[in-house]
């Protein structure tokens, strides 16, 4: 029995290996058909002649599927516009791009490992088709498109390709690695398009500018359809009302937008393939404003001439010479004692964030003083404020996003032991081109296959027949070993379950239920959001989190916290996922979406809004007085406060990060800004002590844009023609209350006529208390459910 299975596993391998041919076309591909790795003409080409489709080398040995522009010989410089695995190239020998009878595509490397697949199915005749625009697609000879490269753009944008909301680009690693990097390019929660850095420690925006508000950016966060789109003549058009016309707008040309891996993006244009790109559009002009560019302890210095150049901080040396984002190592210790510190100034020298202070009109001593006190301080800005003439002091404990600013009014002083050799001048630096887009190229071990099939078929037969007695006798043996484990191992599940109170999903699990990942939902600063459908045919949200480098003992211990939360008006966690590197959490799905999107589309009468109102209340109060942790969420807005099909509230995105000791009132670990613009306390903004009347704050404000429908991050017209409302929400209003029949002014016109006046007059009196700008001068949340319970209707 044993014999005749082996002996058709090997007939089944060996068919397999016969019937794994690979055809090709010069401008399709049917199923059945493959392209081979080791084939260097088995590409497919546009019609136009512009575009190739097939195995580029990424490294020594090692290969993506991409899309180019055509060049008119084998280039190993070509443009590429597109890749299908970026993150995991294939390997030189034995690699496959196949088209399947099932009609789907996957890409297979020597090793018979699946590195990419398009994750569709068709039973009618399909083709896989390069277009002349760029675009590869997969349809059904009907016309019907099942997949398309545009939906998954890497790092560029062909004229008419639409960038989405659930699309961003994301820059190369560096030149010669194509592997996902540290930049990217997509719409935000508010709607922005923007730069965003994710290193690999700290995530940060730069552009547009962050400290500046939607309209004074001219930019507008009003139309949520989020799509970006560059034309064939050079005009760029966003949602957002951002737009650009390129320097050579008006003629056709060969053009991409691409989002570079120095942090830039940018438009590159020429006439045809025997011509260089030359920039015809780039974001920004100066070439040290993106974020992480140099690494932590040092400073960025550009010229046009030159380019850009990083320097190590003195007293640090650099990390790594050939890629400078992992910035420079100090070469001294610090103490706590103030009498062995030092400070050296360093002029024109700027160090953006991470503030763990900040005080106007503070002169250099204090400012001095102020970062002795502090152990984990390791320097301070003290610069001159030109619209207020005062000057102002930053206490920092990180030194990041350094650059040598010609037109900064101000120092950086650097902490340094005493009786130390550094100086300003003693920097380790080297010329830009030798750290910006840093060339590490990727490999691929080759995996060497048999030189005859008939040989190792007849070899492996023989071994077969020899080792049959030895395998059974190991088969029993293992059996017992796995039945002592299986009911180890159910205990431990149950100990876990028994620990978290929800369940533990497997990685695959949730990338079926996701299907793959395919429909984001929403996203936040821990994660991206994607709607799944589990086993048991429940609708659910799947988080899956940005930071994946916890171990799987903290991360249970944090979720199980939140799995012992239980509030009817807090989203409900059903389970999660910690496998390897993945990190992800399963919760209850909302039918009704979110506060923020039911705001715009007007279909929350008065009744449902005093009810949203008064259920948030009471799940702040809850996490902050109630439970055994201090739970601030740091991020209250109407994108984070969902409802289900009755319309009942539940808050969604508390952070795992967010957990305090109630009885630390500093607060170290938090200070950092967190939660959204138009919607953060002033203590995030004066480094003053976190408490949860952050919360507080942006609960008011979430309560202010639910009386009048009006954002705290756009500006208009008030509706009674009599000034601008500048967007200042909480002045707006303060100013309304004060004059007589102001309910009428004040409150949102799709709510018509039928509110109740005396709710509308305790629920304004009740938000304009929470955002007072001193914090102790606001109530506590239980304090706001007691108002609103007593003097309103209880409407739960």
Known sequence: MAFSIILCLLLLAFSFQCSYSSPSS?????????????????????????????????????????????????????TVVWMANRDQPVNGKGSKLTLLNSGNIVLIDAGLNEAWSSDTASLAPVELNLEDDGNLVLLELQGIVLWQSFDFPTDTLLPGQPLTRYMQLVASRSLSNHSSGFYKFFFDDE?????????????????????????????????????????????????????????????????????DCDGDVRVYSRNNVLEEWYVSWQATSQGCIAHGICGANSTCSYDPRHGRK????????????????????????LTCNRNDSTFLKMRGVELYGYDIHYIEGSN?????????????????????GNKKRLFKCYTKTQLLNGRLAPHFTGSTYLRLPKNNSFSASAKESFNAYDHVCSSVQLQRVYIKRGANHFVMFFLWFAASIGALEMVCIFLVWCFIIRTHQKSNADYQHGYQLTLTGFRKFSYSELKKATKGFSQEIGRGGGGVVYKGILSDQRHAAIKRLYNA?????????????????NHMNLIEMWGYCAEGKHR??????????????????????????????????????????????????????????????????????FGLSKMLNRNNHKNSSISMIRGTRGYIAPEWVFNLPITSKVDVYSYGIVVLEMITGKSPTTSGQTDDGEGSYNGRLVTWVREKRSN?????????????????????????????????????????????????????????
């Open 191 to 259: 709607n922005i398009l923007g730069i965003h850095y994710d290193g690999p420690d700290v995530s940060s925006s730069y552009w547009p500018k962050p400290w500046l508000l939607s309209w004074e950016i001219n930019r507008s966060n009003f139309n949520s359809s989020k799509i970006a789109v560059l034309n064939s003549l050079g005009f760029f058009k966003s949602s957002d009302n951002f737009t650009f016309k390129t320097s050579d707008y008006g003629v056709v040309l060969q053009r991409m937008l691409k989002m």
């Open 549 to 565: 480098k916890q171990g799987e003992g903290e991360f249970l211990a944090e979720i199980s916290i939140i799995g012992r939360l």
């Open 584 to 653: 992800l959490l399963v919760y209850e799905y909302m039918e009704n979406g979110s506060l923020a999107e039911n705001l715009s589309s007007n279909t929350l009468d008065w009744s449902q809004r005093y009810n949203i109102a008064l259920g948030v209340a009471r799940v702040l109060a809850y996490l902050h007085e109630e439970c055994l942790e201090w739970i601030l969420h740091c991020d209250i807005k109407p994108q984070n406060i969902l409802l289900d099909s009755n319309y009942q509230p539940k808050v969604a995105d």
């Open 740 to 796: 007589t029949c102001w309910v009428e002014q004040v409150i949102d016109p799709a709510v018509g006529p039928n509110y109740d006046a005396g709710e509308m007059e305790i629920l304004t009196r009740v938000a304009l208390e929470c955002v007072m700008e001193e914090k102790d001068s606001r109530p506590t949340m239980s304090q706001v459910v007691e108002m609103l319970q007593c003097h309103g209707r209880d409407i739960l």
């Open 310 to 333: 990083c320097s190590c901080l003195p007293g640090y040396k650099v990390n790594n010479h050939s890629d400078w984002s992992y910035g420079c190592k100090p070469m001294f210790v």
């Open 364 to 384: 250099y001593s204090a400012c001095e003083d102020l970062c002795l006190q502090d152990c984990n301080c390791v320097g301070f800005q003290h610069s001159y």
């Open 26 to 78: 010069p401008s399709s591909l049917r199923k059945g058909s493959s392209l081979s790795v080791e084939k260097p003409d088995d590409i497919i080409v546009s019609k136009n002649g512009m575009f190739s489709a097939g195995f580029y080398a990424v490294g020594e040995n090692a290969y993506s599927f991409a899309i180019w522009f055509a060049e008119p010989h084998h280039s190993l410089n070509a």
